[in-house]
């Protein structure tokens, strides 16, 4: 079955880099029509799209964000890795990685993991 | 950006009766491919998104047949037949149409 899950710092001071991985299993992410994509959810707030990257190495990024985000695949290892720079105590959320398969599948975000919370503080 | 609209923002409901959201598109959703990439999340509390809908109205795998979406273009709706206290949480729904992928505000069901 998919899993994913997130890892990283709980806690980033401002203006530092935030880095996360997303560890997947059940999917090959060299499969065509295959994507992972990052989404972040502040308290108590609406989910907010940030990136999402494709077997081809496409990659897509939300533009209000897009001159802070990286998004890399390693798929020999099975991960996606965000990079978010300059962080700010706004960026407070918690932030998911989740599944997408565009040719064979939903179109949609149809596995997620599990989230995890990251604070921005001094 | 396409923006997506949801109304209502809360939906207090008695348990075995229906519910029904609606989700609004800026512009029209269909792809070029000839799909609709409309989909709606559930969130219950404390947990991740799940994907109920995708394309309008395609169940997800596992997700119980009270649930059912349908639209089309700008206007979709979800629809729960009779709510069930499990259904408890925030309805989202979501565009993968165009890029920034984006997402309705959320509909918050709970019981009365």
């Known amino acids: 079955q998919i899993t994913l899950k997130e890892s990283g710092p709980t806690l980033v001071k401002p203006t530092q880099t935030l880095t996360l991985t997303c560890t997947f299993s059940?999917?090959?992410?060299?499969?065509?029509?295959?994507?992972v994509g990052w989404i972040r959810q502040p308290p108590g707030k609406a989910l907010e799209w940030l990136a999402l990257?494709?077997?081809?190495?496409?990659?897509r990024y939300s533009p209000s964000l897009k001159s802070r985000l990286t998004i890399t695949k390693d798929t020999s290892k099975n991960q996606v890795v965000l990079t978010m720079t300059n962080m700010d105590p706004v960026d407070t959320a918690t932030y998911y990685c989740?599944?997408?398969?565009?040719?064979?599948?939903?179109?949609?975000?149809?596995?997620w993991g599990q989230g995890t919370l990251v604070t921005v503080s001094s | 950006d396409i923006v997506m609209t949801q109304t209502p923002l809360s939906s207090p409901v008695t348990l075995g009766q229906p519910a029904s959201i609606s989700c609004r598109s800026s512009?029209?959703?269909?792809?070029?491919?000839?799909?609709?990439?409309l989909s709606w999340l559930q969130q219950r509390p404390g947990q991740p998104p799940r994907l109920l809908i995708y394309?309008?109205?395609n169940r997800f795998s596992g997700v119980p047949d009270r649930f059912s979406g349908s639209g089309a273009g700008t206007d979709f709706t979800l629809k729960i037949s009779r709510v069930e206290a499990e259904d408890v949480g925030v309805y989202y729904c979501?565009?993968?149409?165009?890029?920034?992928?984006?997402f309705g505000p959320g509909t918050k069901v709970d019981i009365k």
């Open positions: 059940g999917f090959s992410l060299s499969t065509s029509g295959v994507g």
């Open positions: 394309k309008i109205s």
């Open positions: 990257i494709y077997w081809d190495d496409d990659k």
């Open positions: 979501m565009q993968a149409t165009q890029f920034p992928f984006t």
């Open positions: 512009q029209s959703l269909v792809h070029s491919d000839g799909n609709t990439y």
């Open positions: 989740a599944h997408r398969e565009y040719y064979y599948g939903s179109g949609s975000y149809d596995y």
